[in-house]
């Protein structure tokens, strides 16, 4: 816990002072007075006064501000060249937007370090890529694929494993068509498909073969408690036969399912050690979030590392998913369809680096940059009290021609900050509920 609250505080330290570091040299940059530059919100723990700017060290670690002269309705002189709002409408602009993107740049720098740095893997992007299942009305059923297809080229590109097949096919573009070269059964067949289509259905819907081999634990493991070790392999459970690390945990949800979800059920776990056989008793942990049994175990892993050029195109490939699948659960809550179960609060995040610092420094980067990535994108969002509201108000002040009053902008800042409590007291209460 205390490994987990220390690098929480020094995490979120990092990152917010990144954010109003690009304020405030914004704010400097075009002659505007900084009164105050703190991370953390009120009250102030510490405070030094250098200059104009007082530097300060706040008790609440979930945030920070630059406060700037005259942003304030009642400190506001057009007529003071020190003052926020004597700048025009683009140097306002410039200010507000730095902050958001000094995050997106410290995530553009950080993703692809973690790729350079190296990164645990999954082993099996080093076997042959030959396909254990397909999914039902999955697009590779579609074109024909089928179990037991072993991928030996496309579009004219050789492939060694699923690592390399996973490359050639993500440079693939939408309007190419698909050309598979295949080992069926000794015979090589060649399959077509559409780049367009594949993008479409989202993915291949295929599976690759997973050996059960044990390579690592969560940090609160039932199965490394209960004695199995890294390197064995699952042969059997309660008498279901393994033959895919895939099996797991199906043939765990449907034992716990049988046993009436008894929290106290044990699981026995056949498995080869050393050319040995053995079998160790083990209690299976509820996750509530996902409403499964756990073993706590992971797949094996492989450490790999790559070039500067690899990792820049790795890194980037990264943010622009993370950043479509943040747009797509922003998009499925303003229409109703998301969970706001799914937002974590400051519990979780401290949660998430704790376990990102005991992983090792490539998670801990990682973590850092996708925080920083967030905080960009959330704090450009529309919101009063928000870099983006402020934006917005810009925005509404150059249709209309000139500043909207003092009242509506004090009003639309108050809904705005309660707004932004509210959702934190909510996402907070949220992660202490999924800890009980």
């Known amino acids: 816990m205390l490994t987990t609250l220390i690098a929480f505080l020094i995490v979120l330290g990092i990152l917010i002072f990144i954010h109003e570091l690009g304020h405030f040299l914004a704010a400097r940059h075009v002659g505007v007075k900084v009164e105050a530059f703190s991370v953390g919100f009120p009250p102030t723990m510490w405070g030094k006064k250098i200059g104009d700017t007082e530097y300060r060290i706040s008790w609440i670690p979930v945030g920070g501000y630059v406060k700037l002269f005259g942003q304030n309705v009642d400190d506001e002189n057009p007529n003071d060249r020190t003052n926020y709002a004597s700048k025009t409408l683009f140097q306002r602009l410039y200010i507000l937007t730095a902050g958001p993107l000094m995050n997106l740049l410290f995530a553009l720098i950080f993703m692809p370090l973690v790729f350079w740095i190296g990164t645990d893997t999954p082993a099996y992007l080093d076997d042959s890529p030959r396909i254990k299942e397909i999914k039902n009305g999955s697009y590779s059923q579609q074109i024909g694929i089928q179990s037991n297809d072993e991928i030996i080229a496309v579009n004219g590109i050789f492939v060694k494993n699923w690592g390399e097949l996973y490359n050639v ?96 059920s044990t699981l026995t776990v056949e498995l080869e050690r050393n050319a040995e056989i053995e079998f160790v008793k083990v209690i299976p942990f509820f996750e509530s979030n996902s409403k499964r049994w756990l073993l706590g175990m992971s797949m094996t892993k492989k450490f790999r590392s790559h070039s500067i050029k690899e990792s820049f195109v790795l890194g980037i490939s990264r943010l ?29 995040i401290g949660m998430v680096i704790g376990d990102a610092v005991r992983s090792g420094i490539s998670d801990l980067i990682f973590l850092m940059a996708f925080i920083s990535l967030q905080l960009g994108i959330f704090n450009l969002l529309p919101i009063p009290a928000l870099d983006g509201g402020h934006i917005l108000m810009l925005l509404l002040e150059k249709i209309n021609g000139k500043p909207l009053s003092s009242s509506i902008r004090e009003r639309t800042q108050m809904i705005g900050f309660s707004v932004l409590i509210f959702l934190m007291i909510f996402v907070t209460w949220n992660d202490l509920v999924s800890l009980m």
């Open 169 to 264: 096919m993500g440079q693939i573009s939408p309007t190419e068509s698909l050309i598979f070269d295949i080992d069926r059964g000794g015979n090589s067949i060649y399959i077509e498909g559409s780049g367009i289509e594949m993008q479409r259905s989202g993915s291949m819907g295929w599976s690759p073969y997973l050996s059960p081999i044990v390579g690592g634990f969560s940090s609160t493991s039932p199965a490394e408690s209960a004695g199995i070790k890294v390197g064995d392999k699952i042969i059997r459970i309660n008498g279901l036969v393994i033959q895919d690390w895939s099996d797991i945990s199906p043939s765990v949800q449907k034992i716990m399912k049988d046993e009436s979800n008894s929290p106290s």
């Open 320 to 348: 622009w998913l993370i950043t479509k699948g943040t747009f797509s659960f922003l998009g499925q809550i303003f229409k109703g369809q998301g969970s706001m179960d799914d937002l974590g609060g400051p519990v979780k």
